[in-house]
Every structure is written in C-alpha cells, then in structure tokens.
C-alpha cells in the first residue's frame, strides 16, 4: 500500500489543522492505521492509531485534542489537531499495517511521507 500525507502547515498556538492520508489499494479497510510524529533531532513517536473497528488509541500528549478517524469509502485517514502547542510541532508520518498496528516503531509498517506543521508560540 503506498500513503500520501497531506495538510501540514504554519499555525498559531491554540489553531487547529487536519491532517489527511490517502491509501492505495482496494484492501483499505483491512488496515489499521496510524499517525506517528518526528520533531528534529528527535525519534518519530506515536500519535494516534484507528483499528478495523474505528477504535481509537492516543498518546498521552496528544489526548483529548487530537481526533482520528477514517473513510473507508475514501481510503482515507484523517488527524483532527486542535489546541496546537508549539511542542507539537513536527513532521507528521502516516502508517498502515494489515489488522492491527503497534505503538513503537516498527520496520514492518507501510509509511507515507511527512508532513510538515509548524506551531509558532
């Protein structure tokens, strides 16, 4: 499965953006999936994660201000980010893994590209 990321950009603390992340494929709904951030000179880290279900699994940075969803009809992953902190800024990396993906990193995963945001204090 290949992954597009989309929707990262320059916000002021307290704004919101939406992060989207298309699949190729027929089989989207097979996946789960996930967001994973990396901030410079740092590890990329967990997020956020959407099983088969629609059940969902935050870090706890981000929980209670960030919203996963997806569109099955759209093959489609989406990151609701609100209340934006300036430590939130990161490239923000979708990834996809057949019925269930783990927290940590894993070599296993399909990874799209990054994508940028940027939250100035």
């Known amino acids: 499965v290949q992954l597009q990321a989309s929707g990262g950009g320059l916000v002021q603390a307290g704004g919101s953006l939406r992060l989207s992340c298309v699949a190729s494929g027929r089989t989207f709904s097979l996946y789960a999936m996930g967001w994973f951030r990396q901030a410079p000179g740092k590890e990329r880290k967990f997020v956020a994660r959407?099983?088969?279900?629609?059940?969902?699994t935050y870090a706890d940075s981000v929980r209670g201000r960030f919203t996963i969803s997806r569109d099955n009809a759209k093959n489609t992953v989406y990151l609701q980010m609100t209340s934006l902190k300036p430590e939130d800024s990161a490239d923000y990396y979708c990834?996809?893994?057949?019925?269930?993906?783990?927290?940590?990193?894993?070599?296993?995963?399909?990874w799209g590209q990054g994508t940028l945001v940027t939250v100035s204090s």
């Open positions: 959407i099983d088969l279900s629609g059940g969902s």
């Open positions: 990834a996809a893994r057949p019925f269930s993906l783990p927290l940590g990193e894993d070599d296993r995963n399909y």
